[in-house]
């Protein structure tokens, strides 16, 4: 009876750790696929978010390399060379890119492989245009070396004309100078008419028919020979022209009224000349007398009637 009690109890305990066992089976086995799965999982997230952390950096990387790009592009423009223009092009596409770069969130390898493209494409654009640049200052120095050689050339040469146009010009005024007239003796005489036709000299007015203009041209043996006009001017007590009265104008601005002309033939040597001015009367007083070659004046002289 007991043995029978205990195979009852036995039976019962039996089935419990068995189906205990089973369930402890169940779960181990159970729980392994979803820890596998978990860890699976973080190593995914892990992986991606090493990913995104790696793509950001060369974002980073891209847009420093384009700002440091942009810098030299701007002191590349600021030496104002012939390239300027094309500078500004290139920088304005730098600064296109790293908006597009800016815009762009969590960009693909495949967009970095591109955006590095484009930098190695613009710093080598750079490299190109400082080299142009490089060689364009150094032409232009060049240049400014043969510009101020042949300045000082130049300047040479100037100075040498210069002396030479100055020994010119004072030569041409020293033979202008050697070559010039000169009148002197000037005189001036009242004259009165005898019956018998004959002419003597007066001082009075009532008495004088007309005056007599002498001068004498100095001999010149360089002066040009030949036939030379004076005009003689003869002025009243009221500064009124006697005689003609004519006006001659001499091209330069210069003219001149003129009571008669005296013409003389000048060969070198000195030569007396004269000329009458005839009046139908001669008032009292001081008349004046000058005497142009031209219209340069080159003497006077007075007669005073009573």
Do not use: C, H
């Not at 793509?55 to 592009?73: F, G, R, V």
């Not at 001669?282 to 007669?303: A, C, H, P, W």
């Amino acid at each position: 009876m007991k043995k029978q009690n205990e195979i009852k109890w036995f039976k019962p305990m039996f089935a419990i750790i068995f189906v205990l066992g089973v369930g402890a089976v169940v779960w181990v086995f159970s729980s392994e696929p979803d820890k596998n799965n978990s860890e699976v999982k973080e190593e995914s997230i892990a992986n991606t978010i090493s990913f995104e952390s790696k793509e950001t950096s060369e974002q980073k990387n891209i847009l420093d390399s384009l700002n440091t790009l942009k810098n030299a592009y701007d002191q590349a423009i600021l030496e104002k060379t012939a390239l300027s223009k094309e500078l500004e092009l290139e920088r304005k596409n730098v600064e296109n890119l790293v908006a597009i770069i800016k815009a762009s969130n969590n960009p693909s390898a495949e967009q970095i492989r591109v955006y590095r493209n484009q930098l190695s494409d613009l710093n080598a654009s750079l490299e190109n245009r400082v080299q142009e640049i490089k060689k364009l200052k150094s032409q232009n120095k060049n240049l400014l070396t043969e510009i101020e050689t042949q300045n000082v050339v130049m300047y040479k040469q100037k100075l040498e004309n210069d002396t030479l146009v100055s020994k010119q010009k004072k030569l041409e005024s020293t033979l202008k100078d050697a070559s010039k007239l000169y009148l002197s003796n000037f005189k001036a005489v009242a004259l009165r008419e005898k019956s018998s036709g004959a002419e003597l000299e007066t001082t009075k007015a009532k008495n004088t028919k007309k005056l007599k203009i002498s001068f004498t041209v100095n001999g010149n043996a360089v002066a040009k020979t030949g036939k030379r006009v004076f005009y003689v001017q003869v002025l009243d007590q009221k500064n009124t022209v006697l005689g003609d009265n004519k006006l001659i104008e001499f091209g330069n601005d210069k003219a001149l009224v003129y009571s008669f002309i005296v013409s003389t033939d000048f060969q070198g040597k000195s030569v007396n000349a004269y000329g009458i001015l005839n009046a139908d009367q001669f008032k009292k007083g001081t008349y004046f007398v000058n005497y142009f070659d031209k219209q340069e004046i080159m003497g006077s002289t007075s007669v005073t009637l009573e």
